[in-house]
């Protein structure tokens, strides 16, 4: 079965630029998430859709960041304009179902933010 | 969301059992509590998940007391590539939620 793809692996931007990532789930995951995780921190749930509606985006910075996922499979995340603050690694996670145990949660390698 | 507590890190050498402790004070009765692993540059994989006593999986065990308040991974005979970050989360809704999670480093 194939994993979480995510892309671009690494992405270096000046600052107030704007950046978007990519994430293709596992086939048949009705969910996706994105994680922010800032280095020497765990991850931090951005955004959670169920098919292509959006379940929670309560810690979603609205102002700078949005995300979508057109026709409830790849999903694509948008920062604009980058704060140096954003720096860090943004992991997509896919599930089945809305429901499932902790095993049913498949994590993406991530893309590496640097902004400078 | 529950909120977990857990060593920063942990040392060990090859052949040892790492115990990790978790402390979840303020668990919900229909919380469950999973644990994951994080090699760097990858994301997290679930290694256990139990709500009560002792789960055994091939890579691990979990101990619960009766109170749920704490739990306790157990990796038996680790190796050098069981050096990662570990990850307790406690949660109703099963969705992955993250503390600061303890970093093991194990020695030859």
Not at chain 1, 1 to 21: D, M, N, T
Not at chain 1, 55 to 71: C, H, M, Y
Not at chain 2, 82 to 106: E, H, K, M, N, W
Request: net charge positive; glycine share 8%.
């Amino acid at each position: 079965e194939a994993g979480v793809a995510q892309s671009p692996r690494y992405k270096i931007i000046e600052k107030r630029q704007s950046v978007a990532f990519w994430c293709n789930p596992i086939s048949g995951h009705a969910t996706l998430y994105w994680y922010q995780q800032i280095l020497g921190q765990g991850p931090k749930l951005l955004i959670q859709f169920q098919n292509n509606g959006v379940v929670d985006d309560s810690q979603l910075p609205k102002d700078r960041f949005s995300a979508e996922r057109l026709k409830g499979v790849d999903s694509t995340l948008k920062i604009q304009p980058a704060k140096l603050e954003d720096s860090a690694v943004y992991l997509c996670a896919s599930s089945p179902t809305f429901s499932d145990r902790g095993y049913g949660y498949t994590f993406g390698s991530g893309t590496r933010l640097t902004v400078v | 969301l529950a909120k977990t507590t857990q060593p920063i890190s942990m040392d060990s050498y090859e052949g040892q059992e790492v115990n990790i402790t978790c402390s979840h004070n303020n668990i919900a009765t229909n919380d469950y509590i999973t644990w994951y692993q994080q090699f760097p540059s990858q994301g997290p994989r679930f290694i256990i998940q139990g709500y009560k006593t002792k789960v055994t999986n091939e890579v691990a065990s979990l101990f619960i007391p009766a109170d749920r308040k704490s739990s306790t991974l157990s990796l038996p005979r680790v190796s050098l590539s069981d050096t990662a970050v570990y990850y307790c989360s406690s949660g109703g809704s099963y969705i992955p939620t993250f503390g600061r999670g303890t970093s093991l480093i194990v020695h030859p």
